[in-house]
């Protein structure tokens, strides 16, 4: 596993000398096309023309939906980028932190209330948002 088996390639074409003498060369190469590899880390604020994505999961550690989209938002378009291979679907179709989730149902009901007051109370939604998430840490942290 993770052995990508590398055959060298023999071409041969023919040159004309000063001397006007045809000669045959035959050259045998490795067919590898320099590249560079970078983490999702380091290609935050870059544009790549074509890039290709390794989504699999990491020997250590694990990649989040988080980590994808900065992977996958670095190029112009999905015409130019390509995924070396499959992935977990489960880190796109599962939220990635219950924290987060509940987090976003609480600011979508303040940002609903905001709305129906007219919008003109950005304040105290901040305030609710304060109140909220402090009740919410003591609400999550039993122990």
Do not use: W
């Amino acid at each position: 596993m993770g052995v990508l088996p590398i055959t060298p390639m023999m071409r041969a074409f023919s040159v004309v000398t000063a001397s006007g003498n045809k000669v045959t060369v035959a050259r045998q190469q490795l067919p590898v096309t320099p590249a560079y590899a970078f983490t999702d880390y380091c290609s935050q604020a870059q544009t790549i023309e074509h890039c290709i994505i390794d989504l699999s999961t990491p020997p250590t550690g694990k990649l989040t939906p988080f980590n994808t989209y900065v992977a996958l938002s670095r190029s112009h378009g999905r015409n130019t980028v390509r995924l070396l291979r499959d992935f977990d679907e489960h880190l796109f179709t599962h939220h990635p932190s219950e924290h987060l989730r509940i987090e976003d149902k609480q600011l979508d009901a303040l940002d609903k209330i905001k709305r129906e007051m007219g919008g003109s109370h950005y304040t105290m939604s901040i305030n609710i948002v304060v109140v909220l998430r402090i009740n919410v840490f003591q609400l999550t942290n039993h122990d």
